[in-house]
């Protein structure tokens, strides 16, 4: 599960406009999500409260050939290459973030045209195959995956409620035990007893790679607009 959680004011709820309600329900939510997506593209191994993010060990990345326009072909070749070798070559989507995509479009052969025409900070293709960008992957990383070689698990969405009457422990790294707070909780405050609401929201999701070919990814790319 991941969960995020703040306490506001009923003061704030009442006399908000627009309604803060809704603006705290959508900061929760964008949130957890960040925290996913670092998390389901992160290269940490799994934990007690986290799964293996798909770029784990024993991945590796691989090494970037270069900044320029030959550069961005030779580390796509070699993206490519397990993906071909394995005859699993369909369905494949870069992964990367909004500037990396704009950095990359920006390249120019000798003529000034655009050495990647289908991409643009938002997305597009690239050597014919989808692009996703996001500003919660790593900056240096650019990623090859196979959507249908990921299981995505027990995803119910998120889950969004609120109390005016829980007990919160205000601290980021709360000492409370999910039996029940501990004497070392020093930070507790009741919702009812200072007018104040919880909100919360939970989004239950696991995932696991179904072979180990289904993302590839180079780990140090650093690309310059510069003709080739």
């Not at 007018?195 to 790679?209: C, D, G, L, S, T």
């Amino acid at each position: 599960k991941v969960a995020a959680l703040t306490v506001v004011s009923k003061e704030l709820l009442w006399y908000s406009s627009p309604s803060a309600e809704r603006l705290l329900r959508d900061a929760l939510v964008e949130a957890s999500r960040q925290r996913i997506d670092t998390t389901f593209l992160g290269t940490a191994g799994a934990s007690a409260s986290a799964p293996a993010g798909i770029l784990a060990s024993p991945l590796v990345g691989l090494t970037t050939e270069g900044a320029d326009a030959d550069g961005v072909r030779g580390d796509i070749e070699k993206l490519y290459a397990p993906f071909l070798t394995a005859k699993n070559a369909s369905g494949l989507y870069f992964v990367m973030t909004p500037s990396m995509a704009k950095t990359i479009s920006l390249q120019r052969n000798a003529l000034g045209g655009s050495e990647f025409p289908g991409l643009m900070a938002s997305g597009g293709t690239l050597e014919g195959d989808p692009v996703v960008t996001g500003d919660n992957v790593n900056a240096t990383h650019l990623i090859l995956l196979k959507p249908s070689d990921i299981w995505r698990i027990g995803d119910m969405g998120v889950q969004v409620s609120l109390s005016q009457d829980a007990t919160i422990e205000m601290d980021d790294t709360p000492t409370g035990e999910g039996s029940g707070p501990t004497a070392a909780s020093a930070s507790l405050v009741n919702m009812f007893q200072t007018e104040q609401v919880a909100f919360k929201v939970v989004r239950p999701i696991n995932f696991a790679k179904r072979r180990a070919t289904a993302v590839q990814y180079i780990s140090n790319a650093a690309y310059e607009v510069a003709s080739s």
